[in-house]
């Protein structure tokens, strides 16, 4: 017997949520693509395989622009020629040739040329465009991580300045809070302490270890990286098997999905091999490295119906966006209200969602990124049919600006805080919102469709449809099958269940710390200034 999906069970269960469902279900088709192709040099060996091999090519994050749209497609296999590509926004819905960005030089690692001191790229999963309009990359320096994973480089994070496309700063991590297997692949830069004088090179940045599971805070005002990992960041054997249609397959990946509510200082979080969501306070993260003995204070935010990478939360109103695989569906989900919606449910065109975007740049809409990971990893993929999707959805993320506040500043949550007060604490300001870059042709609360964007037309700004009130939480009712909500559970593992430590012949395992070297648990460490001072490309 077929078993019936959570999604189905959901809206049939709950009149409310279907008529959202029914309401949110136009999704506009931005790009899509059979297979990924680039705009290659007339001299490039195209015809090899082992440089270029479309069936290999696939696309893991994603990053809005006021122009461009970024892409970033790691080296999972061998084939793949650059890791970060641009497209433009000026149409939609067809299926463009990829830019290599910011241009081929900085993507040799396809070749035997490369050298990991030049400035350029290896692997990239993820990407992020701050507030100053610069973007952050993260090279996790690995190549073929799916076949053979070859360590190409250490990893790295270049800075690069959209105005003129030049890298304005290199991060390179110390050793410390590297292992042996790590890779490096979804990044979150915070700005709620960032000072705007400052040009956004005093943020906070955290970075999730997929395969030695754990998160490295960096705080790039002081040039201070750091490591912090808890239990809740590893995959859970129970769900290595993942699901999407008639297709099942198995990654063990830990830490990977990310999201930054900025107003309530939570870093929410998830492995992909496990079926909860879990939280932490940014201040938690912020603080450096624990001491001896301290847990990292994770909270269980609740249960899935299946696994998922996807995750999201709005700038502003606190809702998260995710996406189970194997329901091929994108929800939402508002802690401080328990308001949850189905936003989109197709079995076709959401599959495999690697990213989830809430840009300013296009505040009002929530972007995805979806593709047939699945069918890339088994190697069964059909060329014929469209392979990878950026779809839009207007009107589903809160615009509500702050007037009195940095933009980014945190507010008191009308839900239970996870910690002390002291991590909340309102940070007052006298700058208003930034200025927008001179490469904005439009103001972002004048966008509608993506069309209406590209084509420049100055509308009144309406929602499409408007969500009705939602009282307080009765936690008499039960509970939502589609995203369990934490009740009463403890952190992961319970702390009250005493879990021996054995080492690899079963013997126990001895906790030490070495006074003169000091890496106990990622103790942070000044880094090398010649390796890490800001560079400057006229």
């Known amino acids: ?73 790691p080296r999972l296999f061998s084939g793949v020629p650059a890791t970060l590509s641009s497209i433009s926004r000026q149409t939609y819905g067809d299926s463009p040739t990829l830019k290599a960005f910011p241009s081929w030089s900085h993507h040799k690692a396809s070749t035997n040329e490369y ?4 400035i350029g790229l290896v692997s990239v999963y993820r990407i992020r ?22 360590i190409t480089c250490a990893p790295k994070i270049l800075i690069y300045d959209l105005y003129t496309n030049q890298v304005i700063r290199r991060i390179d991590f110390p050793t410390e809070v590297i292992r042996g297997e790590s890779l490096f692949t979804n990044i979150i830069v915070d700005e709620t302490t960032s000072v705007k004088n400052n040009q956004c090179d005093d943020v906070f940045v955290y970075i999730s270890d997929t395969v030695a599971p754990g998160i490295v805070v960096y705080d790039s005002g002081k040039d201070l990286t750091w490591r912090l990992s808890h239990p809740a960041m590893y995959p859970d054997p129970d ?71 996807g995750l999201a939360a709005a700038p502003r109103g606190g809702t998260i966006f995710y996406s189970p695989l194997s329901e091929t569906a994108v929800a939402s989900w508002n802690p401080r209200t ?15 969602v690697a990213d989830l975007r809430t840009p300013d740049r296009d505040s009002a809409a929530l ?65 208003n919102n930034y200025d927008q870059p001179k490469s904005s042709p439009v103001s972002s609360t004048d966008v509608k469709s993506y069309s209406s964007f590209v084509q420049h037309f100055n509308t009144k700004h ?12 009765d936690k008499t009712k039960p509970i939502n099958p589609f995203l369990v909500l934490n009740s009463g559970e403890k952190t992961f593992p319970p702390p009250h269940v005493p879990r021996p430590r054995y080492g690899l012949n079963g013997e126990i395992f001895i906790q030490s710390i070495d006074s003169h070297i000091n890496s106990y648990n990622g103790a942070h460490y000044k880094k090398q200034l010649n390796l890490n001072q800001t560079r400057l490309f006229h």
């Open 338 to 352: 328990n308001k949850h919606s189905i936003l989109v449910h197709d079995t076709e065109k959401i599959q495999f």
């Open 367 to 431: 972007y995805i990124l979806a593709s047939k990971f699945h069918r890339f990893f088994l190697k069964n993929l059909n060329s014929n049919e469209i392979n990878t999707r950026i779809l839009r959805i207007d009107g589903v993320v809160k615009t509500e600006q702050f007037t009195d506040l940095h933009r980014f500043a945190p507010i008191r949550p009308s839900y239970e805080h996870i910690f002390s007060n002291d991590f909340y604490k309102i940070r007052s300001s006298s700058v």
């Open 462 to 473: 309406t929602q499409p449809y408007n969500y009705e009130a939602v009282a307080a939480i």
């Open 239 to 309: 769900f290595s098997e993942s699901r999407i249609l008639e297709h099942r397959f198995t990654l063990m990946d830990g830490v990977v999905g990310m999201a930054f509510d900025p107003e309530s200082n939570i870093l929410y979080f998830q492995p992909l091999a496990t079926d909860r969501l879990f939280s932490v306070n940014t201040g938690a993260l912020r603080s450096g490295p624990l001491e001896y003995g301290k847990d990292l204070p994770v909270k269980l935010v609740g249960r899935k119906s299946s696994q998922g990478i």
């Open 1 to 73: 017997m077929l078993r019936t999906s959570w999604i189905m069970m959901l809206v049939l269960t709950n009149p409310a949520l279907q008529i959202h469902a029914l309401q949110s279900s136009y999704v506009e088709t931005v790009k899509q693509w059979s297979l990924l192709n680039y705009d290659f040099p007339w001299d490039y060996p195209v015809a090899n395989t082992d440089f270029y091999n479309p069936e290999n090519v696939v696309a893991t994050g994603i990053e809005v622009g006021y122009d461009r749209i970024f892409l970033a497609t």
């Open 115 to 118: 050298n990991c001191s030049d």
């Open 129 to 150: 465009i701050d507030s100053c309009n610069r973007l952050w990359v993260l090279d996790a320096g690995v190549s073929r991580s799916l076949e053979d994973f070859e």
